[in-house]
T-cell receptor, first 114, second 114 residues
Framework: DGGITQSPKYLFRKEGQNVTLSCEQNLNHDAMYWYRQDPGQGLRLIYYSQIVNDFQKGDIAEGYSVSREKKESFPLTVTSAQKNPTAFYLC?????????????FGPGTRLLVL | AQSVTQLGSHVSVSEGALVLLRCNYSSSVPPYLFWYVQYPNQGLQLLLKYTSAATLVKGINGFEAEFKKSETSFHLTKPSAHMSDAAEYFCAVTGGGSNYKLTFGKGTLLTVNP
């Protein structure tokens, strides 16, 4: 089955710690995205990538970093600079980047601060 | 820049009743519009999308939406609610052309009462 996998489902972060959220897709999609979801806030774009080895900041990139070394993978690191990391993080992909393209979402990772 | 307003953060209906979830958009260019559904602690699933082919769009699970340019609206409807429709629903817009950023509304939580 083709799809997007995110791991882990739950992640706990200690103060001052960097943590990495995994996102893998086997849909052969070119574009990948990371969103943050807070209750009552909708989804906000953190980073996106159109092709391998290229990515751009979204609306709330501060305190986050990404890499795109492989087409299938787009990991997100939440750094210690992100002072309010508790949220639900969603990864998405689309066949290519375009305004009519459907974005397909993974199951999400919930990040909690200890 | 585009934006989305979902009227009503919480809508409650009885099983078998009409479902109407409201979405108004703002865009300086002809938009593409999407409705997604999210079940608790899961990712988003596409219900339907408008890409200018037809103003009445039919989606999965018996949902449909009508694009009304004069009202800048894209309301989601279902004639008869089912208990399994209880979820959060998000309306989203892209600006068309090279403006491919997907902007989400804050969501509407649908409760279905027996």
């Amino acid at each position: 089955d083709g799809g997007i996998t995110q791991s882990p489902k739950y992640l706990f972060r200690k103060e001052g710690q960097n943590v990495t959220l995994s996102c893998e897709q086997n849909l052969n999609h070119d574009a990948m995205y990371w969103y943050r979801q807070d209750p009552g806030q909708g989804l906000r774009l953190i980073y996106y990538s159109q092709i391998v080895n290229d990515f751009q900041k979204g609306d709330i990139a501060e305190g986050y970093s990404v890499s795109r070394e492989k087409k299938e993978s787009f990991p997100l690191t939440v750094t210690s600079a992100q002072k309010n990391p508790t949220a639900f993080y969603l990864c998405a992909s689309s066949p290519r980047q375009g305004s009519s393209e459907t974005q397909y979402f993974g199951p999400g990772t919930r990040l909690l601060v200890l | 820049a585009q934006s989305v307003t979902q009227l009503g953060s919480h809508v409650s209906v009885s099983e078998g009743a009409l479902v109407l979830l409201r979405c108004n958009y703002s865009s300086s260019v002809p938009p593409y519009l999407f409705w997604y559904v999210q079940y608790p602690n899961q990712g988003l699933q596409l219900l339907l999308k408008y890409t200018s082919a037809a103003t009445l769009v039919k989606g999965i699970n018996g949902f449909e939406a009508e694009f009304k340019k004069s009202e800048t609206s894209f309301h989601l409807t279902k004639p008869s609610a089912h208990m399994s429709d209880a979820a959060e629903y998000f309306c989203a817009v892209t600006g068309g052309g090279s403006n491919y950023k997907l902007t989400f509304g804050k969501g509407t939580l649908l409760t279905v009462n027996p």
